[in-house]
């Protein structure tokens, strides 16, 4: 049971361009929102989170643009470097609790 | 500052073994989760603790599978007559009560079942 959708899978994007990755979920009760990012061999590290009393998040080059009608949200990644290339995940819970995560974007960044 | 720690970080065994794996969460961080994570996926949760008490488990734990937090700190993760379809990186992840929505996740222990 998929709660959490992503897409794309994967994406190219040239160095200094915007990389977008969307996410929908399905569950209204979710109230946490955040993106992991994840190397190889790695475990995911938090980028930037929302909530949805507000409908943007900015944390230097990452936004969250978050639309609750709709029940989606995305990550925008401004100036994207090299050195963003990563795997991307989405994820969303309820009151503190177990992560939903979505499937994953494999992002790379060309130089 | 330490992290959450995991360990080991691989792990090849055979099919039919049994195999334990540590967790210690970032100090003082009351909260505990398990999730497994197989290639080209995102993490799934299999179980968290408050403190010493587990509060929930996910159905994809089944009964070889058995977490514990004995004293609140540290956790394992037992899996019990591994199969081949247990292979995944196994990930830990702690948060506080006072920040219970950010979960912050250890570099994950990699399980090869032969």
């Known amino acids: 049971q998929q709660q959490v959708k992503q897409s794309p899978q994967s994406l190219i994007v040239q160095k200094g361009g915007i990389s977008i990755i969307n996410c929908a979920y399905e569950n209204t009760a979710f109230d946490y929102f955040p993106w992991y990012q994840q190397f190889p061999g790695k475990g995911p590290a938090l980028l930037i989170a929302i909530r949805p009393d507000v409908s943007e998040k900015k944390e230097g080059r990452f936004t969250i643009s978050f639309n609750k009608s709709a029940k989606q949200f995305s990550l925008h990644i401004m100036d994207s470097q090299p050195g963003d290339s990563a795997t991307y995940f989405c994820?969303?819970?309820?009151?503190?609790?177990?992560?939903?995560f979505g499937a994953g974007t494999i992002l790379r960044v060309k130089s | 500052d330490t992290g959450v720690s995991q360990n080991p970080r691989h792990k090849i065994t055979k099919r039919g073994q049994n195999v334990t794996f540590r967790c210690d969460p970032i100090s003082e961080h009351n909260r505990l989760y398990w999730y497994r994570q197989t290639l080209g996926q995102g993490p799934e949760f299999l179980t968290y603790?408050?403190?010493?008490?587990?509060?929930?488990k996910s159905r994809l734990l089944s009964d070889r599978f058995s977490a514990e937090r004995p004293k609140g700190s540290f956790s394992t993760l037992e899996i019990q007559r591994t199969e081949q379809g247990d292979s995944a990186m196994y990930l830990c992840a702690s948060s506080t009560t006072l920040l219970t929505d950010e979960q912050f996740f250890g570099p994950g222990t990699r399980l090869t079942v032969l």
């Open positions: 994820a969303a819970s309820k009151s503190g609790n177990k992560l939903v």
């Open positions: 603790f408050q403190n010493e008490a587990q509060l929930e």
